[in-house]
């Protein structure tokens, strides 16, 4: 088992290699975890890792039981298959947690093509709110008067607080990053060197993030 073997994306794209994958993908893992908002999917890097696991499983099996090899390849497996749960389960969480403005976020996206969601996400969170508002229904609504069941499910939208500084390494020289202070108009600009670290506000940094300039840690 190795991680040098070359994949094949379809659209002519480009040929990488499952180290290439596994590092985007922990990249996007780390981003997700520490991002106070829902990332744009990496869904296409999951799909090529899992099927590479696959791939890793078959040649495992080919080695004696008594190799020490195998029992090290299990253990890079195991930690494989932990950040692509992890990563699929901190989306999941935030869904639930931001759900309406998650969704109606996504709608608009849709229409333009730069949606966030992958089509099983968006069907999980539509399905979600659904039943969350089913649930309140039989629970409180039906239970008090009729002139006391109106209720706007917007009304318990809970948003990411864009605001929480983070920390972050720049992964390019980023210069003219603006800094807004929300206690005044004395707006900052700095620049970010190439692999200089800040501790700064996510929201004047989100596009940076999303686009690869800098990484969290």
């Not at 040649?59 to 299990?74: F, Q, V």
């Not at 039989?138 to 607080?161: D, G, I, R």
């Not at 980023?174 to 707006?187: A, H, K, M």
Request: a negative charge; aromatic letters at 6%; one cysteine or more.
């Amino acid at each position: 088992m190795d991680l040098e073997d070359d994949i094949e994306f379809s659209n002519d794209e480009e040929e990488i290699t499952a180290d290439t994958v596994l590092k985007t993908l922990q990249s996007a893992w780390q981003n997700e975890r520490l991002a106070p908002e829902i990332l744009p999917h990496r869904n296409d890097m999951v799909e090529c890792m899992l099927g590479q696991i696959q791939h890793m499983e078959r040649n495992i099996n080919k080695l004696p039981k008594t190799d020490l090899r195998a029992s090290i390849h299990k253990m890079e497996l195991s930690r494989i298959k932990f950040i692509i749960c992890n990563y699929l389960k901190t989306r999941l969480n935030k869904i639930e947690k931001y759900c309406i403005p998650i969704l109606n976020e996504e709608k608009q996206r849709i229409d333009s093509g730069t949606n966030y969601l992958t089509p099983s996400e968006y069907k999980y969170a539509q399905e979600y709110l659904l039943n969350l508002e089913s649930h309140l229904k039989t629970v409180v609504l039906n239970k008090v008067p009729n002139n006391m069941q109106t209720f706007e499910m917007s009304k318990m939208a809970v948003y990411p607080n864009l605001q929480t500084h983070v920390f972050l390494q720049a992964n390019e020289t980023v210069n003219g990053v603006v800094l807004e202070d929300i206690f005044g108009d004395q707006d900052e600009e700095i620049d970010l060197e190439e692999g200089s670290q800040h501790i700064l506000q996510y929201k004047p940094i989100a596009d940076l993030v999303k686009n690869g300039k800098v990484q969290l840690i």
